[in-house]
């Protein structure tokens, strides 16, 4: 694995880029560089919601992950709201138990508020 470093992105940067992209590897890096972003929070958390629901399951894995770094990098998270979704998530998509774990791992150290 190479380590490749991610460019933090705004949301209007993300909605003009992932345009381009069905899936793969550059909308992959497009959503966990606006996990970093100092958007509206709540704003990123909706659009990582969403992207739950894309038809690439590398995609939708993706946007759990990047629902962790968010809950990490800003302090900031739904908890309850995301994790139905995510529970809902991996009903669809067994083959992401794996992912939720981690990711629920995650959120029960990170201290969250959801202001």
Same mark, same amino acid.
């Given at each position: 694995?190479?380590?490749e470093t991610i460019e933090e992105?705004?949301?209007?940067e993300f909605k003009e880029k992932a345009e381009r992209?069905?899936?793969g590897i550059e /909308?992959?890096?497009l959503l966990l560089g606006l996990a970093a972003s100092d958007d509206d929070?709540?704003?990123v958390q909706g659009i990582f919601i969403e992207y739950l629901s894309h038809s690439d399951v590398g995609?939708?894995?993706t946007a759990m992950l990047a629902l962790s770094h968010l809950a990490r990098l800003s302090g900031r998270l739904e908890k309850d709201i995301v994790i139905e979704k995510? /529970?809902?998530t991996v009903e669809k998509h067994p083959? /992401?138990?794996g992912r939720l774990e981690d990711v629920l791992d995650d959120l029960s150290v990170i201290p969250l508020r959801s202001d």
């Open positions: 694995m190479i380590y992105i705004s949301i209007s992209f069905d899936g /909308l992959s890096r929070w709540k704003a995609i939708i894995a995510l /529970l809902e083959s /992401l138990a």
